[in-house]
C-alpha cells in the first residue's frame, strides 16, 4: 500500500474513540499509543489525537528544504513549498476543521476616541497555549514557573489558558527540532471562502520580544499572501517618509502544506496580510492557517485568548451542513 493510502485510511472521519486520557504535560505519548483526545476543563469539547501513522509521518518533515528569501532589506523569511506533502495536508485540514473549537470573535476598541465595535476578523479564529512566565502542570492547571505554585493574575483570570492540544503540538515540537524557533501559543485561523481575509498588520507586539520567530503553515485552498515594507518611522516632528525604494511588495500563492518562516527583522520592518479572493476563486473552499509564536509574558497570554477565543460561543464544524455551528454541551 502507498504511503499516501496508508495515511488517509488512518485519518478515519467516524469517531471511534477506545481511550479517553488527559493530556500529559509534555505531550510525549509512545507513537504505538491508540488514538484518544486532549481534554482539559477549558476545552469546550475533547480533541482527537492525531492517528498514530500520522504522528510518525511528522518526523520525517519537511517534505522539502526551506528556500531563504531576504533578498529585500529588512525581510528574512523561509519558504517550504511543501513543508507537508500536499496529500498529508489535505488530509490534515479535514481533520483540524472536524476537531478544533472556533470562534467569530467580536470586541469593542477605541478609534479615535470613539468606542468602535468590532465585529470582524471576518474569519474564524482559536488559540491555545501559555505565555513563557508559566507553564501547565500534569492536571492542566496554570503554575507559575518561578514559584512553582498556581499562578494567579487577572489576565489569566478574564480567560483561562488551555494547553496545545496534542494533534497541534505534534507538528509545534516537529518545527521547533527543525527551525531556531521555540513556540509556546498556537494561532488557527479559518478562511471559510475567498471572502474571509486578514489585513494588512504585522505581528510585533512587545510581548513577543525582538525579533520574534513566527512559523505558518498553510492547508486546504492556495491564497495569496501579500507583504510590503513599511514606512520607515519619521525623526520625531518629522515628515512621514516613503519606504526604502529597494523594498518591493511581494506575493507568494500558498498553496496547500507551505511553510513560511517569517523571522529576523520581518516583522519590525514588514507588513503582510491575506486579501479577500472575488470572482471565479471566492468558493474555491476554505483554508486553515497555523502559526507557532513565542509570547514572552502575560499580556501575551491575554491579547491572544481576547482576539482570537474571546467571550462568546465556540462553533464546531459540522459535516453535514457543512459549516461551523454553535456548540451545545
Ligand atoms: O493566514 C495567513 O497566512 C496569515 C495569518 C496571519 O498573518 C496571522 O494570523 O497573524
Ligand atoms: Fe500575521
Redesign the pocket.
Known sequence: MSKKRTIDAFFDRTPKRPKQEADDADGSAPIEEPPGTSRHSHYPFEIAYLPAVVTRALASLPASPGKAINHQPDLDLLYFEPYIPRDMAKSLFHFLRAELPFYRVEYDIKRGGVQTHIRTPSRWTTVFGLDDTSCFDENGRVMDKTTGTEAADRRYDKYPPRPIPRCLDDLRKRTEAVTDGKFNFCLVNYYASGLDS?SF???DERFLGRDPIIASFSLGAPRDFLLKHKPPVPPAGGQLAAPPSAAKPLKYSLRSGDMILMRGRTQTHWL?SVPKRTGRNEYDGGRINI?FRRAMTKDGTENYYNYNVGCGPAYRWNEQSSEMVAWKP
Do not use: L, P, R
Open positions: 486578514i498588520h504585522s505581528d503582510h502559526t
